[in-house]
């Protein structure tokens, strides 16, 4: 088993940055691929980042390539998520979700989810 919380979320201007962070408890944490999605207002959930359980394979999405950081940190059951030049479409509930093997794009492949986080980007 393992759970999932996550942080960072807040209100921030257009072209501004935030960082969030997925706390995980449980054993094993370096056995389980994190990745990052995203619901907004009236839309499905997608993907936005995934990393292996190594940290040494990642994937993003066209949409946030190059303006959004993946990373972990399995000596202290951390993920971040670091996102820079953020846009009002990046307003969203962001989630961190987790599943034993290789990453997945598919988040009926994740079985464990934390509660989200709020990013709203407006000025």
């Known amino acids: 088993q393992l759970q999932l919380v996550e942080s960072g979320g807040g209100l921030v201007q257009p072209g501004g940055s935030l960082r969030l962070a997925c706390a995980a408890s449980?054993?094993?944490?370096?056995?389980?691929?994190i990745g990052w999605f995203r619901q907004a207002p009236g839309k499905e959930r997608e993907g936005v980042a995934r990393?292996?359980?190594?940290?040494?394979?990642?994937k993003y999405e066209d949409s946030i390539k190059g303006r959004f950081t993946i990373s972990r940190d399995n000596a202290n059951n951390m993920v971040y998520l670091q996102m820079t030049s953020l846009r009002p479409e990046d307003t969203a509930t962001y989630y961190c979700?987790?599943?034993?093997?290789?990453?997945?794009?598919?988040?009926?492949?994740?079985?464990?989810w934390g509660q989200g986080t709020q990013v709203t980007v407006s000025s």
């Open positions: 449980g054993a094993s944490f370096d056995r389980y691929a």
């Open positions: 979700a987790a599943r034993r093997g290789p990453y997945s794009a598919y988040e009926d492949e994740y079985p464990y």
């Open positions: 990393i292996a359980a190594t940290g040494v394979g990642i």
